[in-house]
């Protein structure tokens, strides 16, 4: 069941959203070489409690931090540590945080110094690709065409999309219905309706889609190690179009 949020709703998830969203902004600063993910985590966790707010990632389901700190080949859910971030690395970082009672959710790749032109071209498709699905989240329009608009434009430019993750729903639960494939046919599946939130959240591998999760059981990384980004906000559909809410 698909859960509609009031405008008082939305207001407070705008309020979620932007301490998510501030929070990416200054772990962009943090993001060096020598950098370890552990360092990262912290940054996150001592920003989000400090507003008020709590790390949604931190218990769910037994994740041990605030964040998901994913570096080249890892997809997703990469668990922060001693690793050391190192020039020419890429990592995701994704980041949750709930605030009155709402979430917000939303993650970012970013480069370590300066990385190959490949590197350069999947952050930059990655995020394009997010640009697409979220220029859908539109009353009237289908939740398809947000998967189709995503994937058309990963696969034109020689990437894939993951089809293990999805992203989702959100609000008082950082998972709500409905899934959202970045990927499948358009004018499918559910009717979008203002008052809808979701969590769009395209993975792009620069190699093949597949995905193998390692001995952590959380760290998601590309079969064929090959690199990957994801890039993801929490957007509220109105009558006016999409609106972001995990701007800074
Ligand atoms: N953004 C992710 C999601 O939507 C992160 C949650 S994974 C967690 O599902 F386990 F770390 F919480
Ligand atoms: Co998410």
Redesign the pocket.
């Known amino acids: 069941m698909i859960i509609l949020k009031t405008s008082a709703e939305i207001e407070q998830m705008r309020r979620a959203g932007s301490l998510v969203g501030q929070v990416l902004e200054k772990l962009r600063e943090h993001v060096v070489p020598g950098a370890s993910t552990r360092e990262l985590d912290a940054v996150a966790e001592g920003m989000i409690r400090s507003r008020g707010g709590v790390p949604?990632?931190k218990g769910?389901?037994g994740?041990p931090a605030s964040i998901?700190a994913s570096v080249n080949n890892e997809i997703?859910?990469g668990i922060p540590g001693d690793r050391t971030l190192a020039e020419g690395d890429i990592v995701s970082i994704?980041c949750?945080a709930i605030l009155g009672g709402y979430h917000g959710?939303a993650?970012v790749t970013f480069p370590v110094g300066s990385v190959s032109v490949e590197a350069e071209k999947l952050m930059t498709v990655t995020r394009e690709a997010l640009e697409a699905g979220i220029e859908m989240a539109r009353p009237e329009m289908r939740l398809g065409d947000i998967g189709y608009a995503i994937q058309k434009h990963v696969e034109a430019n020689g990437f894939s999309v993951v089809r293990d993750f999805v992203g989702?729903g959100i609000g008082r639960h950082?998972?709500e219905d409905p899934q959202i494939p970045n990927f499948g046919p358009p004018g499918m599946g559910h009717r979008l309706r203002s008052g809808m939130v979701l969590?769009i959240?395209p993975m792009v591998n620069a190699g093949v889609h597949e995905v193998v999760v390692m001995d952590d059981g959380?760290t998601a990384c590309t079969r064929d190690g090959s690199l990957s980004a994801h890039f993801?906000h929490t957007v509220a559909i109105t009558d006016d179009g999409p609106e972001v809410l995990t701007l800074p």
Do not use: K, N, P, V
């Open positions: 949604s990632f769910y389901r994740y998901c997703i859910h994704d949750g959710d993650a989702h950082m998972h969590a959240e959380w993801e």
